[in-house]
């Protein structure tokens, strides 16, 4: 039993695209209730269900609480853009790095689409910075967003930093919603 609907837009992402490996350190932001990271501890065996494959790491982050969960780690009340955030994740992640970045964060909607849009780009642009720090050569990030005029600054900020980066409007997202999301994949870490 997931914890919420939105569960079955990850699920049918990874049984496409196969981003979830068992082993894999995998860090879910906006993760309250927790569903994502309930089927993020399935598919990487963070809990170690089966004992004939490696075991992973998840680590949800949200504003929120978040109820426990077998097989991963919650930083409750944190904020994913706050730098501090990302300083905890180091040291929490085995060797302060992460295969896979999830994320379905979304701020509180004022209801003024345009403003919206332009808060949630934001807050995905700052998993960038997150990404530099935490995600490994080749790995990949899953964010939501909703589409509006910035949509095709986030996909070239992605593309700069990502080998491939794709527009996804899952099965189980409501038509009707701006609600998409960017795979991007084969992070290409930056030369300094
Ligand atoms: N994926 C979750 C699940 O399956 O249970 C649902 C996520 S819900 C759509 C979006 C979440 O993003 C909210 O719980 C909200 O508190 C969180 N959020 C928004 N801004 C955030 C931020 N700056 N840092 C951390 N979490 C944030």
């Not at 969960?69 to 040291?91: C, I, M, R, Y």
């Not at 095709?152 to 794709?166: A, D, G, I, Y």
Request: glycine share 8%.
């Amino acid at each position: 039993n997931f914890r919420c609907r939105s569960a079955f837009k990850l699920l049918e992402i990874d049984d496409k695209f196969r981003l979830l490996q068992p082993g894999y350190s995998v860090v879910d932001c906006g993760s309250a209730p927790g569903a994502w990271s309930q089927v993020a501890v399935q598919r990487i065996n963070s809990a170690g269900t089966d004992q004939g494959s490696p075991r992973g790491t998840v680590i949800g982050i949200d504003l929120l609480n978040i109820p426990p969960l077998d097989g991963a780690h919650f930083l409750s009340n944190h904020d994913v853009t706050d730098p501090a955030t990302h300083g905890k994740l180091q040291e929490l992640l085995p060797r302060g790095r992460a295969h896979v970045i999830l994320s379905d964060m979304a701020p509180n909607a004022s209801g003024f689409r345009d403003m919206d849009h332009e808060k949630l780009i934001t807050m995905c642009l700052s998993l960038i910075d997150l990404a530099e720090k935490i995600l490994l050569p080749g790995g990949s990030l899953l964010c939501k967003y909703w589409d509006g005029v910035l949509s095709h600054h986030l996909q070239e900020k992605l593309s700069s930093v990502f080998s491939s980066v794709r527009t996804i409007k899952p099965d189980a997202s409501r038509k009707d919603s701006a609600e998409r999301y960017f795979l991007a994949r084969m992070y290409k870490k930056r030369v300094k």
